[in-house]
């Protein structure tokens, strides 16, 4: 039988180990991140929201929804994606959406009136739009109605229509690789432009030109090259047919919105 080594010490029992303590559960967070104030912010609006609703029984308290609104502006919301967590806690019906984005815009053109980015807005829209949060139909709605009375936007800020472009280039059906724009199934250039002059038909047709004129910068910016050698621009009548309603709009010849366009660092033919 061995032995053990003489002057060895016997065995210590090892002290018992408090049994481990479950991990305290932690708060659902709207973002997954609650490392900012912002993230802070957010998640205590989305709890009011369960005690205070935007809409009871079917009607928007307006006023409650402008409170909302202008709280996720001022610093609630850090980031458009936070507006769709935001937007999921309002519960507003669709049939409500338009109302709740003329109130969203109607923001956006004050606050860009005081130094706000007017892009801003669109982007969050956009989000929401690719999110599924809120239906193209909405928005289409709020940017004809804004349409009728788009001089009286312009004396808050004169660059208001500018939504109108940034909206329609965010939202240009690109694959998911491009890294912006929106991949949607059944979301073409075609069903694309046709939502385009849906959305601007309220517009003065000198000022929907700009708009169109305007989105074909944008996009080309987001390209990084001319816009007419990238797809889906380089083959067939894509860009003849935009340089076309362009012309119809100013009433004036292709050839002069094709000199407009490269004055604007657009280089087109047609």
């Not at 109302?99 to 004050?110: D, G, M, R, T, Y």
């Not at 599924?132 to 349409?147: D, I, M, N, P, W």
């Not at 119809?248 to 292709?254: P, R």
Request: proline letters at 6%.
């Amino acid at each position: 039988v061995a032995k053990a080594p003489a002057g060895a010490a016997p065995a210590k029992p090892k002290p018992a180990q408090p049994a481990p303590q479950p991990a305290a559960a932690s708060s659902p967070s709207p973002t997954n991140s609650a490392a900012s104030g912002g993230d802070d912010q957010l998640y205590v609006l989305v709890g009011e929201l369960d005690e205070r609703p935007i809409v009871v029984d079917g009607i928007v308290d307006a006023e409650r929804m402008g409170e909302v609104l202008k709280r996720l502006w001022d610093g609630a919301a850090k980031k458009p994606k936070d507006w769709v967590a935001a937007w999921l806690a309002m519960k507003i019906p669709v049939d409500k959406q338009a109302e709740a984005l003329q109130k969203l815009l109607n923001l956006a053109f004050v606050q860009a009136s005081a130094g706000d980015e007017l892009e801003r807005a669109p982007m969050v829209i956009a989000e929401l739009v690719k999110s599924h949060r809120v239906k193209l139909r909405s928005v289409e709605e709020t940017l004809t109605a804004f349409g009728h009375n788009l001089d009286g936007i312009l004396a808050v800020t004169e660059e208001a229509w500018h939504i109108y472009a940034h909206f329609l280039t965010l939202v240009f059906p690109k694959p998911n690789t491009a890294g912006w724009g929106w991949s949607r199934v059944g979301w073409s250039w075609t069903s694309w432009w046709k939502y385009a002059e849906q959305c601007l038909q309220t517009l003065e047709p000198a000022k929907a030109a700009e708009v169109l004129c305007m989105i074909l910068r944008l996009l080309q910016e987001r390209e990084g090259q001319g816009i007419q050698e990238v797809e889906p621009w380089a083959s067939g009548d894509k860009l003849a047919k935009v340089v076309a309603k362009i012309a119809e709009l100013n009433a004036c010849e292709a050839s002069e919105v094709v000199e407009k366009l490269g004055v604007q660092g657009v280089n087109v033919t047609v």
